[in-house]
């Protein structure tokens, strides 16, 4: 019992020993990316391309099927109110609202954020870092602050994207598949979707995008410097990002309805 | 250029362009850095002093009350029996890891009492040649080389670019410039990672392993170089190698560390002359000693032969 115990308590202080480093390793990417932004904006823009740019065929792929998918599901179940002419309204709040941002999240933890922790975490384990701290550089600076950056910056376009193209899948499976009428689809949307429906999830991509860059980087930061520990941090880094992502994504909508 | 040329001493005298950027520096325009100020201590005949050192890794204790001292203008060794800690004692000395007992000056002062600034102000006259190089990866052995540079300096390109084919001609990659890391050797790699420890031509070079892959000829030109910049140029050289002939040849004091301690020191003739056991089967690659060869182990009979053997 005693020995139970004494697991629980490690575990626990574990945990908030953790949780308050990963606060601290926030505040100071957070202090640095202002002199980032200004003196080192390369770097960024490099970043955002890397965790953009090269995320992008996966996000319009999945981002055109998944509106496919939606429109199917809208159509056949609308269909049974004679409602199907919201199918349009239908994928473009789900959209929107929910399926852009999130899946957009797992997606790039899966894609993007195992990219930042397993190159971070190899650079660890053969010495990149070390090597920029005894050649005065912060790694931090150099190397953790560009990529969260990147991250941020392009979480929320990506999930712009994916949204855009998820509506497109919708019109061409509810349009020129099922036959609903295109005036119709579209003229639902436009009625349906407010202002804060985008908002909401404009809002989720950004926090979202902070959670999984600063999950990536963190992880990768503080790999064990093996193979294994890369890989344990790479794994680590789609796991607790998916948990986290889903974990907001219930508080925000909570606090958005 | 012949074979002599590597040593000419133009490759090695500080060239006209540091002085300018010290001269900028003095004056507030050479980059994110305050100027360098020398201290006292500076100028002392002690670079490093180690005082009273303990540390562990988990519960394996690795240095109990070390004290050794780094006069200036020598090429010091560390040696020992693998798993000694001679690289953790540079990790040290270069505040990588904090001891857990103790105190190291570095020119006089306690790096323990150093903010995060005054440690990379510091750090910038050191350079460090890694055990494994640990090259960017991601950026040509060219870039490699000029990155303490771009980040440090404001130089022109074509300043940084004549530095740098300058310090890779040294080691004599001048034409792997183009290449990228991976395409590299090991020991190529150590030498692309040695040009770029020297690329900011630093007071003081730590050298980790520097020998290691490295064929014959590559050796030969290496501790050679090593040797003549430390002349050259009037820097300190601390270097962690198992090569007992080719520190023999390069080092002026050596230090045998074994069992968390200085087991003995001098210079390679000295060491080579010592009565004691250990530093007498060190020197000479005796396996009997007092340095075991094996690991702690169960008996060797017991474990291949016994009950519980499956």
Known sequence: MTAVLRDIYFTVFQFVRTFGA?????????????????KRFGLVVGQVYNAGALSLVIIMICGFFVGGVLGLQGFSNLAKFNAEDSVGAVAALALVKELGPVITALLFAGRAGTALASEIGLMRATDQLSAMEMMAINPIKRVVVPRFLGGVIAMPLLAAIFSAIGLLGAHVVGVLLLGVDVGSFWQQMQQSVELADIQEGIIKSIVFGFAASLLAVWEGYNAIPTAEGVGRATTRTVVITAIVVLIFDFMITAVAL | MNKEDYFSPILFVRPSFCYAMRALADTGHQGRHPPITMTRDAVSDNLIEIHDLDYSFGARKIYKGLN???????????????GTGKTTLLRLITRQLVPDRGVILVNGVDIATLSLTELYRMRQRFGMLFQNGALLTDISVFENVAFPLREHTRLTNRLIRHVVLTKLHAVGLRGAADMMPAQLSGGMARRVALARAMVMDPDFLIYDEPFVGLDPISMGVIVRLVRRMNDALGISSIIVSHDVQEISTVADCSYLISDGKVAASGSPDE???????????????MADGPVAFHYNAPDYEEQLLGRDVE
């Open chain 1, 22 to 38: 990963l606060q601290l390793f926030f505040l100071r990417l957070l202090m640095y990316s202002p002199g980032i932004l200004v």
């Open chain 2, 68 to 82: 050794l001292t780094i006069r200036r203008g020598l090429v010091t060794a560390f040696m020992g029996p693998s």
């Open chain 2, 271 to 285: 060491l080579n002359k010592a009565s004691s056991e250990l530093v007498r089967q060190f020197m000479h690659g």
